[in-house]
């Protein structure tokens, strides 16, 4: 159900709050969230289905909550049903330089009836490393950085009546990427018990200058009870969050004595309605300034 609604969502154009101007030549962002909700505890079953949903704004949400109780013949015997499913999903835009946070949660139980949930959420946006200022000796044409990356999510289902999943990744795609760019984990069916997962870590990476890359980052999970005379119920959540930043230590190996600040001579440029704090702006300006001051003096 999770690769399901992943694959079905569909992105739209978003406008959101500004970045420079140097980034308006990125692609801008996109936001979207699945979900498939359904109950049934008569022969009348409820179900809150919405597939995908395009974002109007830099945060894109979907929940649901439905519940079905009634009667029906169990071995000739009327007994009383129940069943309940619920969860949510969110995607949205983190301050610079976190950026893609997902989550997604989900909730089943039911009692002679049939309740499943599945949520899914998704952001992709867009990066490029471009020069700033005159560089003081050649031009590499590959600059190193390291893509970190946070998720964890769990599934756990009561009984062999249950089942579970949890999903989440981060993968950036582009031009002749050379080297590993993905985190992720997925355990699907999971009954009776628990399994967590999670990742957190750094990998590097070699992007080229001027080359635009994109970054998905997606979050899902999705539960079922198929629900026994005792009960059955199941639960599950996912959540992603990368980091980019500037592989310094992997540059200075690289170019020996030749070797100077990346971040002195590149900026990352990201999607333009991907929101910057300003005051970060401000304060790394008022840095650069004084630095230059200190350095005219000092020559």
């Known amino acids: 159900m999770c690769k399901t609604l992943i694959s079905s969502l569909i992105t739209a154009t978003l406008v959101g709050l500004m970045a420079p101007s140097s980034a308006m030549a990125v692609r801008v962002a996109t936001t979207a969230v699945g979900k498939l909700c359904e109950v049934q505890a008569t022969p009348e079953a409820f ?20 519940t079905a109780s009634g009667t029906t013949l169990y071995n000739g015997v009327t007994v009383n049903t129940y069943a309940h499913a619920e969860g949510s999903a969110s995607a949205g835009f983190g301050s610079l330089p976190q950026i893609g946070l997902t989550s997604a949660g989900a909730s089943t139980v039911s009692t002679y009836g049939h309740a499943s949930a599945g949520f899914s ?70 009954s009776d018990g628990r399994r967590d997962a999670s990742f957190n870590g750094s990998v590097p990476i070699d992007l080229y200058i001027g080359s ?35 592989d310094q230590a ?5 170019m020996g004595n030749d070797t100077f600040a990346l971040n ?36």
């Open 250 to 254: 992997a540059f200075d190996q690289q």
């Open 212 to 246: 635009e890359y994109g970054v998905q980052v997606a979050a899902a999970c999705s539960t079922a009870s198929l629900g026994s005379a005792t009960g059955t119920s199941a639960s599950c959540s996912a959540w992603v969050d990368p980091l980019f930043a500037f």
């Open 121 to 190: 959420s998704e952001v992709l946006f867009f990066l490029e490393i471009q020069p700033i200022g005159t560089l003081p000796g050649t031009s590499p044409s590959l600059i190193p950085i390291l893509l970190s990356a946070s998720g964890a999510g769990y599934a756990e289902a009561s009984d062999d009546h249950s089942l579970a999943s949890t999903l989440g990744r981060v993968d950036i795609s582009g031009w002749q990427l050379p080297s590993a760019r993905e985190f992720s984990f997925e355990y699907n069916n999971v």
């Open 264 to 299: 002195e001579y590149y900026q990352f440029v990201y999607s333009p309605n991907v929101p910057v704090p300003a005051a970060a702006w401000l304060l790394g300006s008022g840095l650069l300034g004084l630095i230059g001051v200190a350095r005219r003096k000092a020559a």
């Open 47 to 66: 179900t809150d289905q919405l597939g995908n949903t395009p974002s109007t704004s830099a945060l894109s949400t979907t929940a649901c909550n439905l």
